[in-house]
C-alpha cells in the first residue's frame, strides 16, 4: 500500500504529509505510527524551528481514519484500546506536546482523524473549499474519549456536541466562526499561506516560541504560578538571543537568532 508518512526539512522548517491519496488520505495504524516516528526526529532536532503539516494532493487533508482497517484493528476491546490509546493517542499527543510551534496547512476535507490532528496544531490554516466534521454517529460508533478532549479544550463543549450529535459537515467559514481555524485563505495559497506563517515563527528567537507555548500550556492549567515560576519567566535575560534581539533594535538590524 501506498501511504506513507512523509518528512521534508529545508531552513529550518520540516514539512509532514499524510500520503494516502487513494482514500483522501485518510489515516490507518502504520500511518499513525509513523507520525508518531516523524514527530519524535523532530524532537530531537534542534535546528526545526517550525513543523507544517499537510495532506497529499489538494482534495484532502485527512478524511479521519481508515474505516477498512477497522474490522482488522479494532475488532475486540482490546484492540480498540491499544488502537486508540498506543497508536492514535501516541501521535496526537507528540503533535500537542511539540516544543515548536505546529501550522496544519489544510485543503479539502479534513474529518474525523483528520480534525483531530490538525485540532492538535497551534495554528490552523484552510482554503476557502476545505470542509470539517467527524460523521462517525452515521458508522455507529463514538469519538474515543481521550481523542474528544483535544477539540473540547480548543473549541469547548457546545461545538463539540454540535459536531458529533448532528454530524454535520462545516464550511471552512463556519469552522473559522466556531474557532476550529485560525484563518481562512483562497484554495490556491494555502501552501504559501503556511509557509509564510512558518516563516514569520523562523524569523523569532526559537527560545521565545517554545517558551510561549510553555506558559500558555501552564497558565491553561488555571493554578496561580509559584514564586519559582514567576522567576523562571526571566530566563531569557540569560540568553544570548536576548543580546542579540535588543542589540539588533538598537542597531536597526535584522536580528540573528541562534536559540542559545
Known sequence: MNTRID??????????????????????????????????KIAVDDSVRCVILRGAGEEAFAAGGDIEEFVRVRSTVDDALHYHEDLVATALNAIRDCAVPTVAAIRGACIGG????????DIRIAGESARFGAPINRLGFSMYPGEMAGLLALVGPAVVLEILLEGRILTAREALQKGLLSRVVD????????????????????????????WVRRLMRGEP??????????????????REGLAAFMEKRTPQFTGR
Not at 225 to 242: C, P, V
Open 7 to 40: 518528512l521534508e526539512l529545508q531552513n529550518g522548517i520540516a514539512t509532514l504529509t499524510l500520503h494516502n491519496p487513494a482514500k483522501l488520505n485518510a489515516v490507518n495504524a502504520a500511518m499513525w505510527r509513523g507520525l508518531s516516528a516523524a514527530m519524535e
Open 225 to 242: 504560578l509559584s514564586a519559582e515560576e514567576r522567576r523562571q519567566a526571566f530566563d531569557f535575560l540569560a540568553t544570548e538571543d536576548y
Open 114 to 121: 483528520g480534525l483531530e490532528i490538525a485540532g492538535c496544531c
Open 187 to 214: 484554495d490556491e495559497k494555502v501552501a504559501d499561506e503556511a509557509a509564510a506563517c512558518a516563516t514569520r515563527i523562523r524569523a523569532g528567537a526559537p527560545l521565545v516560541a517554545r517558551w510561549h507555548k510553555q
